[in-house]
């Protein structure tokens, strides 16, 4: 990557050539200590400001006073001081040039009270003097390929991961895994702490354009602003993996994060669904995040999900086979010509369907894997291959003597990985004892687990990432439908009244967005009464109340089903309108509103919403009790691309309903996509609109009927309706 | 545990005083040589006899022509021969007074054609010689407090995990997994082969007998007699944890097991529906499979399912807190005087309610961990504690000086843990460098992970395990159904007649057994007809064809709803006819049923089938989609329990349905429970019955109706009607 490209102004101070240690102290137990010998230890080759106002040398270098007495300007300053004195120390940081600060004090937001006002100083004066702000309440960062390493951490190598953590002990751990594992090393890391100048979006957008870092890896227990996390992500996946592990999946999580950072958690299912829209390799599970990280670096994606499954028998076999399917990955159909050529090389009781079990004809000559992989990888209908069991143990179980075949084998099948362009990944019951041949695997960029269960995790994230890709480089043939005079009048006219849309008003909206909207009558006297009972004549109709005030019309006793004759009309207008003067007395009852009664089909619920941390988010799910018992709903952020519609539809897990069960029909899914995508445009164009609710919108084999339409305008200081 | 108590044959071979080589060899690749090396290797105290037709001497040891000719009774022979000669070996071993023989040899029934008929040889030959066979096509065996390894498996040391496993690499797997954590070691390992004479269920028992064993685990494929393993399951459970991982999960994992074993698979869901409920710990990951063995073997259950986490602060609380969570776990909440304690003696700012953040209090001083976990193991609302975090790194993190501290803090953690009687069980980020102090918590017997998902798997179990056996020691209070002098006639007449009961007479049946089956009158001509119509007068009823030949009603066009007039009734009756005899042309129509419709109410589907592995089992789940999309049921072995039948309501995912949602009234579950009971003593009394339908039942908050009864009987050779 040129300069010319790089956009990020994080290069400047993430990859520094000058450091000041504001606060470099001898005291060995102090960071300003730690970080001096981290960068004198390691190796740093550009220059060290030590700042301390009595110490005129510290380990051998000239010490100054304060930053304005350096003889120039320090790229990255570390500022060690206690929080009260951050703010002036910034101001004369920006004096000096300084581009970015790390700031590790804790007593800011976190804390509340005074801190918060503190933080809201620090940035002040932070954006006065032009200095970028990392923290506070930061674990610190490193930049390994630049020898930094201002968190003093020991045993990090160099390496191609990045990772950005809102906890230091996560890195911590994740360290001390790379450690044991031998092979994983670390490009950059920063702890976003506070987050209050330089949000995940920016660091994600650093390390998309960091040439030394292969995969960038988050862990998040809550986005400050998560759009922009987004629209990194959205550019930053296209060139290399970006992988996060995402705390607070659950009630408990949230309120130990909360309490940790203070993070506003969201939801959880809403934040993996977004991700997952960009691109991004969601990990569900902590000890997932390296080995996933490590494959995705190694690797980057795979061009499918179908898996060759390469064995040396046992059950290993069967219990990859196993979690492949319920990964939703595919054993790949071998072409005849690859069992052909397969079976030319293997004794005649092995299993030449996936999984293949090689039944013994590699115990003498384990170098027959080399031959197996390659006719593998030349089969075009298999996207990756995943080598299951004993290899890298032959000489240590068999017979000492087949070692250098072993290894031979190891040079030779990542040689022919390399050569063919798709991948392999290893699973081996030997990598527990690191044999060479597994090393010589791993040195060549094969991934090498020691549990299935990673490496098929691994597995899915390259597909995921392979699949993603595949789409996100085909340029989306979507709507484009701008802001509507008639939807502008009413918004325009609720904002004025400071109301939400009435229902009558919700459908027009959407009418105005070619949404087709069920023939409707908005009866407010007697006449306009006598002239719907004509219109529907014979028709069952429902009536519903109209009111500002009446968000849950069924609550209020405002919604008659199944109304004929005009009588019966009369009648239910009648009752609805005491029901709902009794409920709420004070309520400004705007008539009912008259609609045929509904086809029977699947109901649906399509919802959108403007999200604090993600902003307008659209939602999909079947209605009833999938929604209610099972939260079974599919979130997009919002504008939806058509493929994103198309996939909301497919991830609810009652998705099968829609195809037709028990022999009907199968619903208009176009449709639904469209409606989806309109909705999209409605919420996109409109940021007054907080949320808009279609539930239930009744789907059938031809087309949809909107049933209920809300719309609730956000003003932020409006008194809302006494509900 | 005493002789006299000992009811397994298996010890006098599994721990022999004396051992037969057969086929015992100096040459290095065979087996007969291993095995040699391996018990004088492995130290050996019993005899050694090696068989071999030309060598009068190996290994210094005496060897022999023949087993006859052996100067004493060997207790087990370990036959590393062919095939073709295992039976002939047998013959001469029964003479010999050998107990049980090892068959290394596979080209069995696993091979079929000829293989199938040898093998059927070998257990006749086995049978007459008074022999046990292990295997054929085993991978061996070893008891390695006995010091014998049959296997020669090199780097396994002695412990108390016993282990069976349908895959020799599934246990080289687990052996190279406890090298690497250095503590695990096993005590007896069986590979079942191909379970001719002694399965699963054998093996089970005599693990729960061996003292050694603290855990008994396996790895399954097919169970071949799954009845007897549940039986000696629900005996073994009581005495000790028993772990089983079953693969299969999928259809490709099936399909592979297959090729591999020649293992039956049945369904997976109900075999672990089936294990959990006689209180095996079921493990769904195989990497999870000697972690899980691991913590139950050391700390053998925890009284319930509420955890104390103590961390010293980062995001792992919070991971912890979320797969807690997700794992159906609870955080303990803390008494008053709990958290007063932990006040005392803690820093302001941490968090005392759970998770527990000691946020740096012992970053100076681990010392202190000691006290807080002394603190919550004595809160009567804690049943186990979760230490997360640093434990262990203190040292290399912060001060080198913290060393012995930390270390004797370990000490004090094991000794008060051991005091109090509860358990803990330690994740710590430092665990992958192992430091002295978490290896000092694991000699002590505390399980330390490093991964929390593990941790948390193996806290699972152990609440599980302690779960269920709370319920399993309170002696069930059951129905006690036996025979109805009704039901017999009823299948005797089907069985004469090679034909399954028709639904009046499933409706017979259940009445017999005092189910309440909704009034009913089967119609087989006009007047009939006419004095239904009369007792149902008013109200609509169901009509349903009466076939033995068909099973399929509906589709047949042999049900019409909402009949009211005689009218109604008669023209009925004329196009269900109609439509059978079209659809089956040869069908004996056999009249037609008549019930009133049913209430409206939640559709539940009970079934009961003898399957071929584990005998008579009983399914519920709730109807329509629930069944049809999620496969949402729950399995129990009859004769169901109580707390079986209760636990199958609670255990669908649409539970909550039954307790009624949207304000709904919750169901009626005793009568439910109930029902469950009678059905499982009718599949129980009748063992004709090849399933038993109830599909759908209706429930409501009052009680249920039947709606659809079906009863097929099993005549093995019987000619099906023509559907």
Redesign the interface.
Known sequence: MTDSTRRSPLHDFLAPDSIAIIGASTDP?KRGYKALVGLLEGGYEGRIYPINPKAPEIMGLAAYPSILALPAAADLALICTPAAAVPGILRDCGKNGVRGAVILASGFAEVGGSGVQLEAETLAAARDAGVRIIGPNTSGMFNLHKHINLLAL?DVKPGDIGIV??????L??LA??A??NGFIGFSTYVGPGNQTDIGFGDYLRYLSEDEKTRVATF?V?GFRDGRAFLEAAREATRVKPVVVYK???????Q???S??TGALAGSYAMTVDLLRQCGVNVVA???EILPVAEGLGLLQQAPGKRIAILSD???????A??R???AGLK?AELSTLTRERLANILFSQA?LSN?I?VAGSTDANPGLFTDCVDILLRDEQVDIVFLV??FG?YS??F?QSLQPAEEHCATEMARCVRERGKGMVVYS??A??RPQALMTLREAGIPVY?????AVTTLRALSDRGTYLKHANVPPQNLELGVTDEATVLFERALAEQRDLLEPEARAVLASYEVPVPDSRWVRNDTELGQAARHFAGTPVAMKIVSRDILHKSDAGGVRLNLASEQDLHSARETILRNCRGYSPDAALEGVLLTPMARKGIEVIIGASRDPVFGPVVMFGLGG?FV???KDVAFRAAPLSRHDAESMLAQV??A??LDG??GEAPVNKAALVDLLLRISAIITQYPEIESLDLNPVIVHSDGYEVVDARIIVGTDDQTRGNE
């Not at 705390?247 to 999580?253: F, L, V």
């Not at 028998?313 to 219990?319: S, Y």
């Not at 020691?450 to 990673?454: A, L, R, V």
């Open positions: 137990t020991q953590s809102q906890s230091g002990n996560m911590l751990s001390l895994q450690q044991r862990y227990e705390s607070g999946s659950t009630e408990a999580g309120k130990s994060a309490s940790h599970q902590s000890d028998g046992g059950g290993q076999a069967t219990i086979s196993d492949i399917s319920e054993l299993s999984p079990d069991g004993m143990g240590i179980r017979d019951l030997y527990p004892v020691d549990s299935i269960e990673y009790i209610e018992l099972f897990k009652a099968r309903i069960l028990r």
